[in-house]
């Protein structure tokens, strides 16, 4: 009999593992929560380092999918059980079925920059976060801040809830320094009189063509980076952002005016993968965000015979970390169901 | 600004205050700077609110700028604050109410500290014990003053005489709030509003009429800051502090400024005169420099007592300009007049700032 399995969530990891399970003969669910599937990429302008378009990509794992699959769509999970050796999984609009072997691509939840109380983030009208320009970008509207100004300075603060014990997040979000090289140059590009400036406090360039980024970034774009942390943020009476950061460098601090401030959100575990954890009574999630039961060798496989993680829920990807860390997840439940 | 952000971050800092039955503890320094604040704060409690509040005259300094300035060891600091815990605790009253922030800062770091370390409780016991034979309890609520007049600035403003406000354009008066590093820096759910965007006298504020200034310094230091100050060749770091302020707020052209703490009104109010001095630089409009109130003295001053009552006059900025544009009346024959009427002498003109009698 053809085996079923279930994916859960429908971002970038879901897509990818549904396509990679259906190719390899499995019948496939896909629940998401959300009304459309696509995640966060959905409102994602364009991705490092490559600026490949946000939609293009979405279009790109879209298209992989079959009609063999279902999508289930506004479809919040409420029930999740392993019973023998198959599980029943429950919505909240009475949705039921059984499957084989579960996979959860639940994905992050971006950081909520409001915690962040001396940024001003939802505070003053100019601080905005990283998914706040992307949509700023996509929207393809002339680039001025909230005040309707073309600003003369941008600065990027990078680490906004990531490697942060005040807001208990010890892990690095992974993309966010690269995401930010990505927008200060994006921002060039579209205000070349502008100064730009990020505020940093070690660059993570780990991928191919990071480096090279960044130093572009450096030489051709004349983009100002200054190892020091933000100390605060405020407005000043032309709702300008005066921010105080510390040059670690320099060993001064500096008082600077932008006419727009990007918070680099970083990536938290979902709430919503927490519960599902819980239904399925997974113990080793350690921060929210769910552990394999081996990073290295087994880095989709959780305690629990039969489900499988993929994507973000186990910690900070890329777009195409996560996409291969789909595809490895969709071989393993393969290697589960067929043994 | 988007005050709506301001208000969800205030939801998370609020904290409980006693309704009535307060032990007092004065500041060391206020009655010398501002000698009608504490009179006014137990004058409006006992009187205007009805309320029980017991004014202790053997308790002693917490130490704070001794303990902030590192010659009082935080062991000595904390059998200090044991002695004035114990004369609370004899004089019958459970929930304790500082008029200094620092103190205020500093009763919560020791509660704190033996909140987490038990052990250093008993050993502070034992030491106040072997010093004074005095026992104590812990107080039940500790509050600031300003977060008791926070608590009641409805019923305040219910019996005020004046608002905030200008009496000839209706317009709300333009207020800079300033509060101390103590109050809610160090733990910010222990303050009204916590410790970016503190609500305690911005709720005064706007509950009395007027409309509160955010401009970019607003977090920063008065500069008393101890050390800025006490060590005497850093009182050019304390004049900076000040100024840094004056040239952030002065585009917004504020009406005045209130603050909750002891030294930040002595030093926004005389290094106004100071810097003027120095460089012939007034703010304020037409050299009348922007007046510094403590809470109590707003208080006192909408609740309609008398300004040179309140102590208006050994501002050295002065407050005049002010009353005349909230319309609240005064004798300006008075203003130098002792209690019982005799002549106090008249103090020196400044150069530029300007000054105002009969």
């Known amino acids: 009999m053809e085996k079923h399995v279930v994916v859960i969530g429908a971002g970038p990891a879901g897509l990818e593992t549904s396509a990679s399970l259906s190719k390899l003969g499995f019948r496939v669910t896909l629940v998401e929560k959300e009304e459309a599937t696509g995640g966060h990429l959905k409102k994602w302008h364009a991705l490092f380092p490559t600026l490949l378009s946000g939609k293009d990509a979405l279009e790109s794992i879209t298209k992989e999918l079959n009609s063999t699959i279902k999508i289930q769509t506004a479809t919040k999970i409420t029930g999740l059980e392993a019973v023998n050796d198959y599980f029943t999984i429950s919505g909240h609009n009475g949705w039921q079925e059984k499957a084989d072997a579960v996979v959860l691509t639940t994905g992050f939840q971006l950081f909520d920059s409001h915690r962040k109380e001396e940024y001003g983030y939802g505070i003053y009208e100019n601080v905005i976060t990283s998914a706040d320009l992307e949509e700023l970008f996509a929207s393809g509207k002339e680039f001025v801040n909230r005040h309707g100004n073309k600003p003369e300075r941008v600065g990027f603060v990078h680490c906004v809830g990531s490697r942060d014990e005040k807001v208990n997040n010890l892990h690095c979000s992974k993309v966010c320094c690269i995401t930010a090289v990505k927008q200060a140059i994006e921002v060039k590009q579209l205000l070349p009189d502008a100064e730009i400036f990020c505020f940093y406090m070690d660059l993570r360039m780990f991928g191919r063509h990071y480096e090279e980024l960044y130093k572009e970034a450096q030489e051709k774009y004349n983009i100002q980076f200054i190892r020091g942390r933000l100390s605060e943020s405020t407005e000043d009476h032309e709702g300008n952002i005066v921010v105080k950061v510390e040059d670690t460098l320099l060993g001064k601090p500096l008082r600077i005016k932008v006419g727009l401030l990007v918070l680099m959100a970083g990536m938290e575990p979902r709430a919503g993968t927490k519960s599902l954890t819980t239904m399925l009574g997974l113990k080793n999630v350690p921060d929210g965000f769910i552990q394999p039961v081996d990073e290295v060798l087994r880095s989709n496989f959780t305690e629990i015979p039969g489900v499988f993680v993929a994507g973000t829920c186990s910690g900070p990807k890329s777009v195409s970390d996560t996409l291969a860390d789909a595809r490895s997840a969709a071989l393993a439940v393969a290697d589960y169901l067929k043994s | ?358």
């Not at chain 2, 608002?163 to 317009?171: Q, R, Y």
């Not at chain 2, 103590?182 to 005064?204: D, R, T």
């Not at chain 2, 050295?316 to 009427?341: C, H, M, T, W």
Request: proline content about 5%.
């Open chain 2, 1 to 358: 600004m988007k005050l709506e952000g301001k208000r969800l971050i205030w939801q998370d800092y609020q904290k409980e205050i006693a309704d009535d039955h307060y032990f007092y503890a004065r500041s060391c320094i206020r009655q010398t700077f501002f000698p009608g604040a504490e009179a006014i704060f137990i004058k409006i409690v006992k009187d205007e609110l009805g309320k029980d509040i017991h004014d202790n005259q053997h308790h002693t300094s917490c130490t704070g700028i001794g303990y902030h300035s590192d010659v009082v060891p935080f062991d000595t600091t904390m059998t200090v604050i044991a002695r004035q815990f114990a004369l609370m605790t004899e004089a019958g009253y459970e929930n304790y109410a500082a008029s200094c922030i620092t103190s205020f800062g500093l009763y919560t770091e020791v509660l704190e500290t033996w909140h987490h370390f038990p052990e250093k409780e008993a050993q502070i016991r034992e030491y106040l014990f072997k010093a004074t034979g005095r026992e104590f309890n812990k107080p039940k609520n500790l509050a600031h003053a300003s977060d008791i007049v926070y608590k009641f600035r409805h019923q305040i403003a219910a019996k005020a005489k004046y608002k905030l406000v200008d009496k000839n354009t209706g317009e709300p008066l333009k207020v800079v709030e300033h509060i101390g590093c103590h109050y809610s820096k160090m733990f910010p759910h222990k303050g009204i509003g916590g410790a970016e965007y503190p609500y305690v006298l911005s709720g005064m504020i706007e509950a009395w009429g007027g409309e509160v200034i955010d401009y970019p310094e607003r977090r920063h230091c008065c500069g008393f800051g101890f050390r800025q100050y006490v060590v005497q060749a850093n009182r050019g770091f304390s004049l900076s502090c000040s100024k840094k302020k004056f040239d952030s707020m002065e585009p917004y052209e504020p009406d005045m400024i209130i603050t909750n703490c002891p030294g930040c009104p002595m030093f926004l109010d005389r290094w106004q005169y100071a810097l003027s001095e120095m460089e012939g630089k007034t703010y304020g409009k037409n050299n009348q420099g922007i007046p510094v109130f403590t809470y109590e003295e707003v208080a006192g001053m909408i609740m309609g007592y008398d300004p040179w009552e309140i102590g208006l006059q050994v501002h050295q900025v002065p407050a005049e300009p002010l009353l005349d544009k909230i319309g609240i009346p005064y004798d300006a024959s008075r203003k130098f007049k002792g209690k019982n009427g005799e002549d106090l002498g008249m103090p020196e003109s400044p150069s530029y700032l300007k000054f105002y009698a009969e």
